[in-house]
């Protein structure tokens, strides 16, 4: 393991020469990775000149609060995660460091000179070790702190609960000191652990903590948890009690079925506590509609059963965690919005508003927040997720098959029918600007489209049926022009030339003759550099979109009776049944 562990150091360390160090300052924050913190100075400077003994690039700064912490850096923020990870799976560092900000570091007290700010190129994890500069002779453990005795250590330890074993047990392992069962039964592995813990924190390695002791290993345990100032909230008007970061969110406003904590520090975060009166079809609407927003990112595991749910979302630098429950007729949960790259630090975080989470009498007026200002793109103060990009498509079979633009599956993390509906790329013929979307669950169309099997006649009318306004208005809509050529402007044949004033959600829609079959699919108006007129636009004829079907392993529906026309309402008919809004997710 250890092998393979230094073969993928050493590529990292390649990857990182490969980009000059000064162009990834400029693209990226500098930070640090915090090892240990202590509210002793003394200990602060002692546990950083053993850190410094094996490791280069440590720092000791003021953390605020009585706290002194030991840091590694700076570092860019992608060398960093790389170096968290290397030197984790090594075990050189606890498993709970964590990355930190220059912004959260005061005077610096260890190593005594300038504060170095520019990024340094991360160390290879069993590369040749960096000579450290001259110091004085390494500190050696020093007695019992003063507090207790060795007998008296034992007499205090005796009184604790199992669950306060535990967490002792829960720390040592956190840090990488003990590696055996969370069962508060303090064994030969257990005293093990504490000794190898006292001697790296330079005291003497009895086996057996004292009551400062083990409040010192469990303030090194928290330390994730103290760098966010996580304390105690009541919210009588949510029915809700528990732990938030309060270093990092304030409370800023009701706004039912929300009490939401907005960010006051740096990194961004939030937090919401979830109340309402409900049952389980609330529960499951509440949860569906959390999914909306723009704060719940679309990637990441989410479940749900008849009385509670879980999301995980990930995705446009946040981690969202977002949990509920329903009893008694009350929903009450909490969301955490957190940004990405401290998933140590956000997981700690959640599992303490998880365990301090408590129910109170009553939950939030449902009316409360009704007088803030309303917007189509607000839920209850929050902003809803909005797509990317959002253009047409229509139904080519029975099963929801869907022919679309090539643009609007470009560089999307998710692609949806009417928002709801997930869809795979089954074909992406980016030359022809024509997609084939076959969507996750069989879908049953109100209606398919016919493809033409007859050449239109020229000048003859064609209707696009598209969602012009990209989704606002709801429902599709028919705009009516001409057939100007048969064939594009460069004598393309597989495109037809209109005269037809399309908007840019229009593209991809069907172009239907008075017949309501499909002569082809609207393409995006843009030729190269060219300006066009704004009653130009081109579409994919019928034959080639039936060569691209067949590509797809897709049977195209022909038309069954070339002659006559429909009336306008049936036309409406079909078109509306065939389209479809196509939306592109990031």
Not at 252 to 264: D, L, N, T
Request: hydrophobic share 40%; with cysteine; glycine share 8%.
């Amino acid at each position: 393991m250890k092998k393979l562990v230094a073969v993928w150091a050493l590529s990292i360390l390649t990857l990182i020469i490969a980009v000059p160090q000064t162009a990834r300052a400029q693209q990226e924050p500098t930070v640090w990775i915090q090892v240990a913190a202590h509210p002793s100075l003394a200990q602060a400077e002692a546990r950083a000149r053993d850190f410094a003994s094996r490791l280069p690039d440590v720092s000791g700064f003021s953390l605020g609060g009585g706290w002194y912490g030991v840091v590694l850096g700076p570092y860019s923020r992608t060398d960093a995660e790389r170096v968290l990870q290397v030197y984790r799976a090594e075990r050189q560092i606890p498993g709970d460091s964590f990355i930190a900000f220059s912004r959260n570091l005061r005077a610096q007290f260890y190593p005594v000179g300038p504060v170095e700010t520019t990024p340094v190129v991360p160390p290879v994890a069993n590369a040749e070790p960096t000579q450290p500069a001259p110091q004085a002779s390494a500190p050696q453990p020093q007695p019992t702190a003063a507090d207790e005795s060795p007998a008296e250590a034992r007499r205090s330890e005796a009184r604790l609960s199992r669950e306060e074993k535990q967490q002792l047990q829960i720390a040592l392992k956190a840090q990488g000191f003990y590696n055996s069962a969370i069962d508060g039964s303090f064994g030969r592995g257990t005293r093990r652990s504490m000794a190898d813990w006292q001697a790296a924190n330079l005291v003497e390695p009895t086996g057996v903590l004292t009551t400062a002791q083990r409040k010192t290993l469990l303030d090194q345990y928290n330390a994730p948890l103290i760098s966010v100032g996580m304390a105690p909230v009541e919210n009588a008007d949510a029915g809700i009690a528990l732990s938030i970061p309060a270093n990092e969110v304030t409370f800023a406003r009701h706004e039912s079925p929300f009490s939401i904590y907005e960010r006051s520090g740096d990194l961004g975060a939030q937090v919401l506590l979830i109340s309402q009166p409900g049952d389980a079809r609330t529960l499951a609407g509440l949860y569906e509609i959390l999914q909306t927003l723009e704060i719940v990112p679309l990637d990441g595991p989410r479940s749900r059963d008849g009385n509670s749910f879980t999301i995980e979302g990930r995705g446009n630098g946040i981690v969202t965690h977002a949990e509920a429950t329903l009893r008694n007729g009350e929903i009450k949960g909490f969301a955490l919005i957190w940004p990405t790259g401290d998933d140590e630090r956000r997981a700690r975080i959640v599992t303490e508003m998880q365990n301090t989470f408590t129910r109170l009498d009553g939950v939030l007026d449902p009316t409360a927040g009704a007088d803030a200002p309303q917007s189509v793109d607000l839920l209850s103060g929050l902003e809803i997720r909005k797509p990317r990009l959002s253009r047409t498509g229509f139904f080519v079979d029975a099963a929801g098959t869907v022919l679309t633009t090539s643009d609007v599956v470009a560089q999307c993390s998710q692609v949806t029918l009417d928002h709801d509906y997930p869809v795979d790329v089954v074909l992406d013929d980016a030359p022809n600007g024509v997609a084939v979307l076959r969507p996750r669950a069989p879908l049953a169309p109100m209606d398919i489209a016919q493809l033409a099997i007859t050449a239109p006649r020229l000048q003859s009318d064609v209707a696009v049926a598209g969602f012009s306004y990209e989704g606002i208005l709801g429902a599709p809509s028919l705009t009516w022009g001409t057939l100007s050529d048969l064939r594009s402007l460069d004598g393309n044949q597989g495109v037809a030339r209109l005269a037809l004033a399309a908007q840019s959600g229009d593209v991809g829609g069907p172009v239907l003759d008075a017949n309501g079959a499909v002569l082809g699919m609207l393409l995006p108006r843009q030729v190269g550099s060219q300006q066009l007129p704004a009653d130009v636009s081109f579409a994919a004829n019928a034959e080639a979109l039936r060569a691209i079907l067949a590509r797809a392993s897709v049977a195209a529906t022909d038309q069954t009776d070339p002659q006559g026309s429909v009336p306008n309402a049936e036309l409406v008919r079909k078109a509306n049944g065939m389209t479809v809004l196509v939306s592109c997710w990031e």
